[in-house]
């Protein structure tokens, strides 16, 4: 085990040796050879055998979690590097292919041993569609792939500028962005913009490579393009690409209207004649910027006080994890740049990484971390380890809805009525914000996969095309022709994680639903919350929804009430 000795096993191991080696290749394939051997005679030696299994899985993903997340909190050191870059290199593509045989078994001997429909449905159909689309030829891509990604990391955590007097970290200088001054705010956003272009032309060739493994990956599968091939990889059974690019039409009419109001409001508050991009942060009063916390630690304290103000059981939850020492916040050089949950599957406890700077956006983004933590923590007695994660479109329902649960508290950082009141709308505007957002983004994503022999220059104008789609020419960029080309670069799910973004719009809008419904009735809201996160993903993405009191829907019919309702809170 590599770090984070202190924590315990959730339960014993009943297959996997304790001293088992499980950054050795021929040892753990020695498990899964013992897993294809075994005979099965019954359902109960069935359900015994996805019981292993699932613990063997479980064990290696916590083994390549914790060297991620070491690898993630300082990129400039090379053993974490080389350790995290020795387990993609070596475990994946050793695994993957038996891991596909066992699927093969798995659904052989369902003609043979039926088991529970309603406990193993959304675990059968998995393992069917993963069946389809395993090929041998695609496991070395992948390692390549991931490859690529810990690069686009290293480079990303290596980013820092020299402004001040000091060095600081991208997060850092974002601090700037909030302040009155706007010859400082223009001045740190021209920086920081100019040390993202420095690394640009190394991060279009590293996407480039990318988007050409990922076009080989679906076609070696038989699929025309990788977005029909990513919606089946990511267990899409309840949308199709189709409906995104509703989505994407819905919000060009009902969201970017309010989205629109909000910027010339912003711009007429702050006399402006045009708003620049240093402009969309700062308080539209010249007020200094929200400081709701100095200290890490005092950020750590109130989101607890908060915690357990909403519920005891959240507010215990949160201390445990502080005491054990789950959580790592401060922004420091070296660190990579975002923020994550990752759960460490085999202690079945979350850890929550960020870069706090001692902004109001801090507040939002622990909150929303902890609603994920929170997820993991209330499904963990689930014995099957691909149940103990939810479907992202709900995982983000479970953080989006902290977000907006935990502000009914934020009392706890902003004694000041103003300062909380400043807060809220900032929030609301950043949620309009973000249903645009996520429709320029997936619509690029859409537009790379469809495209795929597109070049660089191509994509560059497409990206341009779709902003320019979703901005009525809102804000000045006159003169930062690069700086806007290359604005995708900064978001590192294009690179890293493509076509997971869509989740995001999903859940606001079930985020939404769950916060209305909290102003009706509180405990039950909470309950229904509670409720569906325990059940983590053992059930259809639909069913999630309606045990949290809400609909999975997010077509004109759901979103254009609650952007109505977001107007009105903000009298526009």
């Not at 021929?26 to 699932?54: A, H, M, P, V, Y």
């Not at 909190?73 to 050793?94: G, L």
């Not at 500028?161 to 991208?170: A, C, R, S, W």
């Not at 949620?431 to 983004?441: D, G, K, N, Q, Y």
Request: charged share 30%; glycine share 4%; hydrophobic share 40%.
């Amino acid at each position: 085990m590599t770090g984070f000795e202190n924590l315990k096993l959730y339960q014993k191991r009943s297959f996997v040796p304790p001293e088992a080696n499980l950054l050795n290749v021929e040892e753990i394939k020695g498990f899964f050879k013992q897993l294809l051997e075994r005979e099965i005679l019954c359902q109960k030696d069935l359900e015994q055998w996805i019981f292993d299994r699932s613990e063997l899985e479980a064990a290696l993903d916590q083994e390549g979690s914790i060297l991620y997340i070491r690898m993630t909190c300082q990129t400039d050191d090379p053993k974490r590097a080389e350790m995290y870059k020795n387990f993609i290199e070596n475990i994946p593509p050793a695994v993957e292919p038996l891991e596909d045989v066992l699927n093969q078994k798995h659904l052989e001997h369902l003609k043979s041993f039926s088991l529970d429909r309603t406990r193993y449905e959304v675990y059968n159909r998995a393992i069917k569609i993963d069946v389809e689309l395993f090929r041998d030829e695609n496991v070395a891509l992948e390692k390549d792939l991931a490859l690529l990604s810990q690069e686009y990391q290293t480079i990303s955590g290596a980013m820092t500028v020299f402004f001040n007097g000091e060095e600081k970290t991208l997060p850092q200088m974002g601090q700037y962005l909030l302040e009155p001054d706007r010859a400082l705010r223009e001045s740190a956003w021209r920086e920081t913009a100019k040390r993202r272009l420095k690394d640009k032309d190394r991060l279009e060739e590293i996407f480039q490579k990318m988007v050409e493994l990922r076009h080989k990956i679906a076609q070696n599968a038989g699929y025309p393009n990788y977005s029909v091939y990513k919606f089946q990889e990511l267990h899409r059974f309840d949308y199709t690409p189709k409906e995104c690019k509703s989505y994407h039409a819905v919000v060009e009419k009902e969201v970017l209207p309010l989205w629109i109001k909000i910027l010339n409001k912003r711009r007429q508050d702050m006399k402006l004649e045009t708003l620049r991009p240093w402009d969309l942060a700062v308080d539209v009063l010249a007020r200094p910027p929200l400081k709701p916390f100095e200290r890490v630690e005092d950020l750590i304290e109130g989101c607890r006080n908060i915690f357990r103000q909403m519920d005891p059981q959240l507010g215990e939850m949160f201390l445990e994890m502080s005491e054990e020492k789950l959580l790592d916040l401060e922004s420091r050089k070296g660190k990579a740049p975002g923020g994550y949950q990752s759960t460490l599957n085999e202690f079945r406890k979350p850890f929550i990484f960020m870069n706090a700077v001692g902004i109001d956006q801090d507040v939002r983004t622990l909150l929303h971390e902890s609603g994920h933590a929170f997820h993991a923590l209330l499904c963990a007695k689930d014995p099957l380890v691909s149940y103990r994660h939810a479907p992202m479109e709900f995982c983000e329902v479970a953080s989006m809805s902290m977000e907006l649960l935990g502000g009914n508290f934020l009392s706890q950082f902003y004694p000041n009525t103003e300062d909380l009141k400043r807060s809220h709308n900032s929030q609301l505007e950043d949620m309009v914000s973000i249903l645009v957002w996520v429709a320029i983004v997936d619509a690029f994503q859409f537009w790379i996969y469809e495209n795929p022999k597109h070049s660089p220059e191509e994509r560059k104008n497409a990206w341009l095309a779709i902003r320019k789609r979703f901005s009525a020419d809102t804000v000045d960029w006159s003169g930062l022709k690069d700086e806007e080309s290359y604005l995708w670069h900064r978001q590192l799910h294009i690179f890293e994680v493509p076509f997971y973004y869509i989740e995001y719009a999903i859940a606001q809008l079930g985020a939404l639903q769950i916060w209305f419904n909290s102003k009706n009735n509180w405990d039950l809201a909470l309950r229904d919350y509670k409720k569906a996160l325990s059940f983590g993903g053992a059930r259809p993405l639909p069913e999630l929804f309606k045990a949290a009191g809400i609909r999975f829907d997010f077509s004109r019919e759901t979103i254009a009430p609650l952007v109505e309702s977001i107007g009105k809170d903000l009298a526009l």
